[in-house]
Nanobody, 125 residues
Framework: QVQLVESGGGLVQTGGSLRLSCAAS????????MGWFRQAPGKEREFVTV????????YYADSVKGRFTIARDNAKNTVYLQMNSLKPEDTAVYYC??????????????????WGQGTQVTVSS
């Protein structure tokens, strides 16, 4: 069992930065790939980024590539999402999730067993 709690969301102007954190409970955190998804009002939840269990592989959605960076600290049971050059279209609720498979279908939300409650990110124009 893994419990996930996101933090760090808020209101920021276009071009600004935020860093989201996702704190996990449970001793098996280091065995999971960790992903970030987001959901904007009226839209489906979409993949943002994922990091493998050991941090050696990362993947990003094209929409955030070059602006967002995912990292993890297994000693602290925490995964981070550094978001730079934010745009109004980045406005959404951001969720972290744990994937026990660490496989090729990382972009599919049904691969993830555990989800946080989400944190709101709002980018004003």
């Amino acid at each position: 069992q893994v419990q996930l709690v996101e933090s760090g969301g808020g209101l920021v102007q276009t071009g600004g930065s935020l860093r989201l954190s996702c704190a996990a409970s449970g001793r098996t955190f280091s065995s999971y790939a960790m992903g970030w998804f987001r959901q904007a009002p009226g839209k489906e939840r979409e993949f943002v980024t994922v990091i493998s269990w050991n941090g050696r592989r990362t993947y990003y959605a094209d929409s955030v590539k070059g602006r967002f960076t995912i990292a993890r600290d297994n000693a602290k049971n925490t995964v981070y999402l550094q978001m730079n050059s934010l745009k109004p279209e980045d406005t959404a609720v951001y969720y972290c999730a744990a994937d026990p498979n660490d496989g090729d279908n990382y972009y599919q939300s049904n691969q993830y067993d555990y989800w946080g409650q989400g944190t709101q990110v709002t980018v004003s124009s």
